[in-house]
Nanobody
Framework: QVQLVESGGGLVQAGGSLRLSCAAS????????MDWHRQAPGKQREMVARIYEGGKTNYLDSVKGRFTISRNDAENTVYLQMNSLRPEDTAVYYC?????????????WGQGTQVTVSS
């Protein structure tokens, strides 16, 4: 069974930075896409950033130029560097991996980490 553990959330002032980490453990043969999603109170969950196995990345328009996603395949870990944070970035951030755990690929979600940006 694959588990994802996130860390790095917290409280920061507007304009500050945070770095989120998400590490996968368990039987993993390969990980295709690694994502970060977020969900603010009363809003739908949205994808913030995605990085594919080959390194191609996609970003939500509102975070382009401020957030950077990266991955370490040797450690099955994905990172999200968040700079110039804004109060509207406040949300629970979830990582998701599209992983092959032996038979087929499936989405695996982390438990979420709270990011709060004060004005």
């Amino acid at each position: 069974q694959v588990q994802l553990v996130e860390s790095g959330g917290g409280l920061v002032q507007a304009g500050g930075s945070l770095r989120l980490s998400c590490a996968a453990s368990g039987r993993i043969y390969n990980i295709d896409a690694m994502d970060w999603h977020r969900q603010a109170p009363g809003k739908q969950r949205e994808m913030v950033a995605r990085i594919y196995e080959g390194g191609k990345t996609n970003y939500l328009d509102s975070v382009k130029g401020r957030f950077t996603i990266s991955r370490n395949d040797a450690e099955n870990t994905v990172y999200l560097q968040m700079n110039s944070l804004r109060p509207e970035d406040t949300a629970v951030y979830y990582c998701k991996m599209f992983a092959n755990t032996g038979t087929y690929y499936a989405d695996v979600w982390g438990q979420g980490t709270q990011v709060t940006v004060s004005s």
